[in-house]
């Protein structure tokens, strides 16, 4: 009888011994989809916001590189797992009043953004006003230099050049990355441009460029970068949720990465790079997770 006893017991242990290989396993095994925009500041926070999750947390990651849009509606239908790369109140408000109802925020991982129409200090305009000026208008071509079509910074210049009577000019979609190089090119030979510009960006750290004012407030004010992920992510993978919840930092941070990618480091080096120099931060995001 005792050693019937001491059989079931030690398949009962063995078995729980399986178990438990099998959940660190899993755990190890476990696939975070992150979704971003191809913006120089979302590029850097999220492979920042990566870099942990693998080195520190032991999971996954795939990375999911769309349009703002698509970054939305992929959290919200549960395709992606979340994204730290919401521009709030105001740049994404519209994405966040179609799917806010099935998203959730976790709040903000960054303070200080702003957005609006920027020119090379050494230009004499101040104002978004000053754009109506024919002789502006004629020096830059009539044309206000912008990015990835869908962008909540792309809306809000459309209204700008609504609200400001700007016809004449065109709002020209391309890239970040193009706009960011068309910047360069005309701030090196000292010649006038307007982009659509954002702060945290490597560009305000390597060239004196100022906003236009903008007396309407089409940009809003001071802005925020907000966490969002799946409904459900909390319960699937705890882990992950609570780093997000805990993840925040600040424009110097951010811009740190952003400058070390400008200067040819990869994605990947500088938020390796970052990780390491800030180990007290990191351990902040990371607490209470075994």
Known sequence: MKKQTLGILMLILLAAAVAGCSSNSSKGNETVKLAYVAWDSEIASTYVVKEVLESKLGVTV???????????????????????????????????????????????NLDGTKTGLTVPAYMDINSIEDLKNADVANS???????????????????QAVEAYGLSDYTLL????????????????????????????????????????EDPQEIYGGAKQIHTMVRQGLKEDMPDVYRFLDQFQWTPEDMAQVMIDI?????????????????????????????
């Open 62 to 108: 795939e990375m999911l590189q769309v349009d703002a849009g698509p970054m939305w509606a992929g959290i919200a239908d549960g395709s992606a797992d979340g994204m730290v790369a919401a521009w709030l109140p105001s740049t994404h408000a519209s994405y966040l009043e179609k799917y806010g109802s099935d998203i959730e925020d976790l709040g903000a």
């Open 140 to 158: 830059l071509n009539n044309q206000i230099i912008g990015i990835e079509p869908g962008a909540g910074i792309m809306t809000a210049s459309e």
């Open 173 to 212: 979609e391309s890239s970040s990355a193009a706009m960011a190089q068309e910047l360069q090119k005309a701030y090196a030979d000292n010649k006038p441009i307007v982009v659509t510009g954002w702060t945290p960006h490597w560009m305000f750290a390597n060239m004196d460029l100022k906003y236009l």
């Open 262 to 290: 400008q200067g040819g480091q990869s994605p990947e080096d500088a938020a390796k790079a970052w990780v390491q120099e800030h180990e007290e931060q990191v351990g902040s995001w990371i607490a209470g997770i075994e």
